[in-house]
């Protein structure tokens, strides 16, 4: 897959066969769109390209809401859509005077000048140009003008639910991860490196690798404990352990800042510095206050044995 970080970038193609969307979370929903994507293009010998946007729009049209968070980091969506097979990945910086493009001259711009458009595929409840008045019917009425095919995605269900990033974002705010990795199809991750902490979890026998998250935008799910597997090492085929997360700000030791720190069962090697992948699929409990260490001990204890009950009770890792 090639990316292109500015449209200037890319060079217009014959047959483009085209999606566009800030696809945060590249969710079961947007997969069916992706997929649909490949399948025209492949019938038609196009190439397809997808159109993102980063900062997503509503941190330009509302910069003094700070409350939006994505599922993805930029490098996360791109790793995802390159799996499933997209040719070109366009991620556009979305800034004022690109919000202030009317639909029409979205189309003629962007996807037909720029991008060379012959068919495209988007979401049932897309919109686009100023004031989002532009949708899947302004395509229409433009297809015959400019030459290309329009065809909309119906809206995605999972046990007539319909799946979006928004219900994605709320259950990982809530802590059920086991919801969003459904409506996601395949499991939320954070990915980091490790640094160095102030050693207490090995005091108690539970040493833990601390994760710094870099990208402020990232969503971290709600404070509690977490079965996870670990990624390290070659992205490719990468070790893959067992382990319980924590995400909180460490109560019974008073603690002041937020921290995102795992507990890897069966390691022992020190690997600050290195990034490391945490997939979360299941919350065990809340965040809570003990007395002390001792009965903080006592508990993470019982949460090892809830992880390892998890973990038996799947076919796989």
């Known amino acids: 897959m090639k990316i292109y970080t500015q449209l200037s970038e890319f060079k217009k193609l014959a047959n483009a066969v085209v999606t566009i969307g800030t696809f945060d979370g590249v969710h079961f929903g947007h997969q069916k769109i992706i997929k649909r ?17 980063f900062p997503h729009p509503r941190m330009i049209i509302d910069p ?3 409350d939006l968070k994505m599922i993805n980091t930029v490098d996360e969506k791109a790793q995802i859509l390159a799996s499933l097979g997209v040719d070109h990945l366009i991620i556009s910086p979305f800034t004022r005077d690109f919000s202030n493009l009317s639909a029409e001259e979205y189309i003629q711009k962007i996807l037909v000048d720029a991008i ?28 015959t003008i400019h030459g290309y095919e329009v065809e909309e995605i119906p809206e995605q269900d999972i046990n007539d639910v319909a799946v979006s990033s928004t219900k994605i974002r709320k259950a990982l705010l ?5 919801l969003a990795n459904e409506y996601l199809g395949y499991a939320f ?5 490790v640094i160095k902490g102030d050693k207490i979890g090995r005091t108690i026998g539970f040493p833990t690798a601390n994760i710094f998250v870099s990208e402020t935008y990232k969503l971290i799910p709600s404070d509690g404990i977490y079965a996870v597997t670990v990624e390290m090492g070659e992205e490719k085929k990468p070790e ?9 700000q460490r109560p019974t030791i008073n603690g002041m800042t937020r921290n995102i720190e795992v507990n890897i069962f069966d390691f022992d090697r020190e690997i600050y510095g290195q990034n490391i992948k945490m ?9 809570v206050k003990f007395t002390g260490l001792d009965a903080l001990k006592i508990q993470l204890q019982q949460d090892k044995q809830d992880t390892l009950a998890f973990f038996e009770g799947r076919s796989s890792i």
């Open 37 to 53: 994507l490949c399948e025209l293009a492949k019938s038609s010998g196009g190439e397809t390209v997808l159109l993102t946007f």
């Open 64 to 66: 003094e809401n700070q």
């Open 116 to 143: 060379g458009t012959k068919k495209i595929i988007i979401g049932y409840d897309h919109r686009f140009g100023k004031d989002r008045l532009g949708n899947i019917q302004t395509l229409a009425e433009n297809a």
């Open 174 to 178: 809530d802590g059920d991860v086991a």
């Open 189 to 193: 991750s954070i990915y980091g490196p």
């Open 240 to 248: 893959i352990y067992r382990g319980m997360a924590y995400i909180g």
């Open 279 to 287: 997939n979360f699929l299941a919350f065990l409990r809340h965040d």
